[in-house]
T-cell receptor, first 110, second 120 residues
Framework: QVEQSPQSLIILEGKNCTLQ??????????LRWYKQDTGRGPVSLTI???SENTKSNGRYTATLDADTKQSSLHITASQLSDSASYIC???????????WGAGTKLIIKP | GAVVSQHPSWVICKSGTSVKIECRSL??????MFWYRQFPKQSLMLMAT?????????EQGVEKDKFLINHASLTLSTLTVTSAHPEDSSFYIC????????????????FGPGTRLLVL
């Protein structure tokens, strides 16, 4: 119900990249992006409700189109420490259940 | 941000034994904690919701008698994997919400560092 693309991505340090998330769950409450380093727990990057189109957190900018049920996470001027899995999570339903995407594995090369 | 710890960070045990994993909120009181399981190259899967002072709510397909959850205090929840088998080998992650922070359902879940379990 939450699909992310690409599954993996390799870019050079300093370059920008955009990760995609499409969801079909409803009723939609909010959408979250998490960063998960290998062998660690996820860390929240952004949380957006259906009325928000964009939200930034430093070099991370998330966008949301609730009409097309699409979200993206844009990373600017990538750093080696950005290497991680980025997971899109949609909160839906009357009990705000979290539906987790499979994540995009991002590798930043020097 | 809030800090959630887990102990142990990794554990190896023999098949048939029980393993207890602790999840602590270090600088806030968490009335609700969540337990997740993550298999390699897969996303997190919610196992159960742990409520302080009451029984945990398990997700469909999760055996409550095999995965015992105890949330005896506002800062500690434990997950005990009973009679562990090799297929229980996984990465177990807990998270907690800080009820003192406004935001209701938008509240961020703070995740622990995870516990890697290997059952031989």
């Amino acid at each position: 119900q939450v699909e992310q693309s690409p599954q993996s991505l390799i870019i050079l340090e300093g370059k920008n990249c955009t990760l995609q998330c499409n969801y079909t769950v409803s009723p939609f409450s909010n959408l979250r992006w998490y960063k998960q380093d290998t062998g660690r727990g996820p860390v929240s990057l952004t949380i957006m409700t259906f009325s928000e189109n964009t939200k930034s957190n430093g070099r991370y900018t998330a966008t949301l189109d609730a009409d097309t049920k699409q979200s993206s996470l844009h990373i600017t001027a990538s750093q080696l420490s950005d290497s991680a899995s980025y997971i899109c999570v949609v909160s839906a339903g009357s009990n705000y259940q979290l539906i987790w995407g499979a994540g995009t594995k991002l590798i930043i090369k020097p | 941000g809030a800090v959630v710890s887990q102990h142990p960070s990794w554990v190896i045990c023999k098949s048939g034994t029980s393993v207890k994993i602790e999840c602590r909120s270090l600088d806030f009181q968490a009335t609700t904690m969540f337990w997740y399981r993550q298999f390699p190259k897969q996303s997190l899967m919610l196992m159960a919701t742990s409520n302080e002072g009451s029984k945990a709510t398990y997700e469909q397909g999760v055996e409550k008698d095999k995965f015992l959850i105890n949330h005896a205090s506002l800062t500690l929840s434990t997950l005990t994997v009973t009679s562990a088998h090799p297929e229980d080998s996984s990465f177990y992650i807990c998270s907690a919400r800080d009820p003192s922070i406004a935001g209701g359902y938008l509240q961020t879940q703070y995740f622990g560092p995870g516990t890697r379990l290997l059952v031989l």
